[in-house]
């Protein structure tokens, strides 16, 4: 078929081009006659190039060819010649483009949905925050058992469900070349039920068949059906088909299908009439991001509802201040209000947010229904403890108010007023535990938004509570309300909004699971179902908090007692507590978020025993968190005082000072704060919850030790103000110990260098932002003064400067990490 081509006679050997035998009588037409190969026969019936490339022209054979005893033919016998450099005609017997080069069918779960053009993804590379877009080459191509964790994280939505899929008709077969329909299976078409070994029902975690799988319309590359074979390949030329499939251009030969064999039409075929085939169905458009697009959609869904729960949170608290002030009224109210959350974390709390997460995951993976099952029997155990709990926390109100603060316990009207709340208040702990399962259900299902996002309902409640109890009794300014003049009305008020809050915030999750098709069913067979093991995970998680609650309790008694004696307000408990929730938004918006999205995929991993996988990404998580969180801690020192003054001015500007100075204090404790929740999730993808434990006693032990030190060296109105700065330096040495832990664990190998290296070019260049944006805050409350105006004028223009000169220090030091946010960010304002 591929015959030599003879350039002197401008015809193939033994093929088509010049007759062959005696020339023919003059006047006559010399026979047509069938090429060997209907593919080449517009490539050897005629030279177009000899007659103007005087390259190809031999004088001399010329000169020697007997003319006489092989006369050309006549002229006007043959086709007139084609222009240089045009498409031959088309051949009558060339097959329909339509049907021998069909538009293939859409992959619907093929890696090509993930690329933005379809494009190979291990030659495809993304402009991200480092390997976190530069990684999806890396991922499977075939979908497994924890594909329906991400589904809708993927830029373009959800993926559809397996049996959305199995609504849609297949696409019928075209037309055979003779006029009938093709063979099953033949063009990517779907078999006949069972065909392959393939089963007839849908997958039982909703899964997609793998690409070729069971008669997938999308075959494997180099399968029949599937991508173009190289040159040569089969025996063929490269095939005349427009690109991602569509038909020749025309003129053109149309070509087989790709990966197709070329076969030549019978003159039966040629007279059957050619029928027009069904159009094939539109291609879905391609899902843009892949695996880390969906990682930084989710992260940016929680950060946004993080975001607005913890502004509503500071709306909260600066009513609560408004409302009660900083003095003992206002270090009661905390005391009551901060109680029931430390008695469920020191419970169930700490196991439910981390140890379960993995077991939600495994069991999903494992189990025939996808870990709903496990899942009712985790909601029931827990609400069935967690109404024990809260029995036996009511009646235990005043023991539970004397651990925790002795100085409110030993004013008898601070006492009452502190189990009066205390009582109302510790009926959310069975709602919060509540909310946090059915959140983590949803989490493990790859649905983040909804917890993040209920808290604001609470808030909002709480807020309207607050805004009715200012309305009718002032501000504590105006009122002058005491622990000995607050009404049993206001009381009654504001401890049923507080629980009112609590239980319209996890209620609201509800429709959210139903969304997910789970369906909530009390289970009480908790025997022999692997919660055994969760429970085991968890008790360590249960010391891990009990430790770190310990210190908790230890600082909220110094705090108060320093408070309690401090010549001014401000300067005790609810001025700490306010403070600390300031400097926690950062970590609750930033890395709280990418780590919860990010902890599935990082069990994954190591339930794989995939060590290096997990070192990346606990890399990426501590490199693209400290991005943010690191100018944030420096801006934490700068703008402290204009922050508090303008959130908290309403309670009197030296309390709020106060506060401000406690806020700078805790300002570059953020950093190893925030590492070191990044590195404890690697250890509870493994499992390994012991270690977290230990680390954290420590932590504990320092905050404990350090804090007593400045409550006996410091005196009593700074005294709080070195025991936040000792709440950092307590994670300083936990963040140390968990690294040297954490890098053993995966031999060794920590991606240690690059991490500090980013580290210490984003402090370079934060602290002369730092330096600038304070100078700026200082002379703004110079000449403006601390009230609202000159507050809010001071943090604006110290924001803006702080912002700006890190943005240049860091382009100008080209920190790889800002340049890949830069260029993400501008590559998605520009779509």
Known sequence: MNAPYDGDRGQAVDGSGHPQGPPPDPGQTPPPQQPADMYLQDAYDQDPYRAQDLSAQDPVSEALYDRAAHPPPPPGTYPPQQPLYSQPSQSPYAPDPRVWAPTPAPEPEGPTQYLPYGDDPRTTQFVGVDDLVGQSGDQRHEPDAFAHLFRDQQQGGGHPSYDDQAAVPAPAPPPGPYGGAANPG????????GQYGGHQGPDPYGNAPAHGQYGDPAPAHGQYGGAAPSHGQYGGHAPAQGQYGNAPAPGQHAAPAPGQYAVAPTPE????????PEPAPAAAAPKKGGRAGGLLKSSAVM????????????????????????????????????????????????????????????????DEDGGEAFANRLLTLVMVALGALTVITVFAAPLLIRLLSNPVASDPAANEVGITFVRYFLPSIFFMGLHVVMGQVLNARGRFGAMMWTPVLNNIVIIVTLGLFIWVYGTAETSGMKVTSIPPEGERLLGIGVLLGLIVQSL????????????????????????????????????????????AMIVIQLSTAAGKASPVDGTGFAAYANAQLIWGL?????????????????????????????????????????????????????????MCTLMFGSSGTSEATNMGYMLMAFGLGLIPYSVQYVVLR?????????????????????????????????????????????????????VGIAW???????????????????????????????????????????????????????LLAGGVLLFGVFFVAARRMRIEEVNSLVGMVRGRLGR
């Open 586 to 642: 950062p970590q609750a918006i930033i890395t709280v978020s990418l780590m919860a999205a990010l902890l599935p995929r990082i069990s994954r991993s190591a339930s794989e025993e995939d060590g290096g996988a997990v070192r990346d990404d606990i890399s990426q998580g501590l490199r693209t968190t400290a991005v943010a969180i690191v100018p944030v801690s420096f801006g934490l020192v700068a703008l402290g005082i204009p």
């Open 269 to 276: 075929a040629a007279e059957a009439p050619l029928q027009e």
């Open 682 to 734: 690697a250890f509870y993808a493994y499992e390994d919850t012991r270690t977290p434990f230990y680390n954290t006693v420590i932590v504990a032990v320092v905050n404990a030790a350090a804090s007593g030190l400045c409550y006996l060296l410091l005196p009593s109105r700074w005294a709080v103000v070195g025991m936040a700065a000792s709440y950092g330096l307590a994670y300083v040495i936990g």
């Open 508 to 551: 609201a999750m509800i429709p959210y699971l139903r969304e997910t098709g789970f369906r909530l069913r009390l289970r009480f067979d908790w025997r022999g179902h692997g919660l055994g093991k969760a429970i085991t995970l968890a008790k360590w998680t249960v010391l891990f908090v009990l430790a770190n609650q310990a210190g």
């Open 303 to 366: 950060a946004a509802g993080t975001m607005v729960s913890r502004l509503t949170g500071f709306i909260r608290s600066a009513l609560i201040v408004s409302a009660l002030g900083v003095g003992l009224l206002g270090d009661t109210f905390q005391v009551a209000y901060q109680l029931p959350t430390m008695i469920y974390i020191l419970t169930v709390g700490g196991g439910l947010n981390s140890v379960f997460v993995p077991q939600l995951v495994r069991a999903m993976k494992d």
């Open 740 to 794: 040297r832990r954490l890098r053993k664990r995966l031999g060794g190998d920590l991606d240690g260098a690059r991490v500090l290296r980013t580290y210490a070019r984003l402090c370079i260049a934060s602290v002369p932002a730092a330096l600038l944006s304070g100078a700026a805050c200082y002379a703004i409350s110079r000449a403006l003064g601390q009230g609202v105006v000159g507050s809010f004028a001071a």
């Open 186 to 193: 033949q063009y990517g078409t779907t078999p006949a039920p």
